[in-house]
């Protein structure tokens, strides 16, 4: 089914991004779920810039005021206890006031934890991951930072992962 990645931009901004030039990346590969979801673990994965306050550095905001089309291409990892006073956000790209306020909206642990509570899925995995989005040049994302992840989660004996772009 095709998306429309450019529907609810304004004409001016969609434009520009259509004009962009992309690399070919080929197929998406795709895995279907060999378990059902009451039997499935899942991992949280974001791309809003959130880390815990004072148990990690938040994500480099110098760099991206330096250059604005840098994004800092790290990761955090994000105990599925964590609490909403627990949450900072590092990401100049978009308004943290309502992720301050309710980290649902972009990491939905308590969420998650009530479907797992309620049987709909078999359990929460004990790490979640946060990214900066906004990576204008994915390359060290692409060879380190995105296999570590994809390697913990299978450590971690994750199904699927849910993700919460920005």
């Known amino acids: 089914m095709p998306v429309d990645s450019f529907k609810w931009l304004p004409r001016s901004i969609a434009g520009y991004y259509q004009a962009l030039q992309m690399p070919d990346l080929g197929d998406i590969p795709w895995t279907p779920m060999k378990k059902p979801l009451a039997q499935a673990r899942f991992a949280l994965v974001t791309s809003a810039g959130v880390y815990v306050k004072g148990q990690q550095e938040p994500f480099d905001l110098e760099g991206e005021r330096k250059n604005p089309l840098w994004g800092d291409p790290t990761y955090r990892t994000i105990p599925s206890g964590v609490q909403q006073d627990q949450i900072g956000v590092a990401h100049l790209h978009i308004n943290s006031e309502d992720i301050e306020q309710d980290i649902n909206i972009v990491l939905p642990v308590q969420r998650f934890q009530e479907l797992a509570e309620a049987g709909e899925i078999g359990s929460l995995a ?41």
């Open 126 to 166: 004990p790490q979640h991951y946060s990214f900066m989005g906004y990576q204008a040049n994915d390359d060290e994302w692409r060879e380190r930072y995105g296999p570590e992840v994809a390697q913990r989660m299978i450590e971690e004996e994750v199904d699927a992962a849910f993700i919460t772009p920005t």
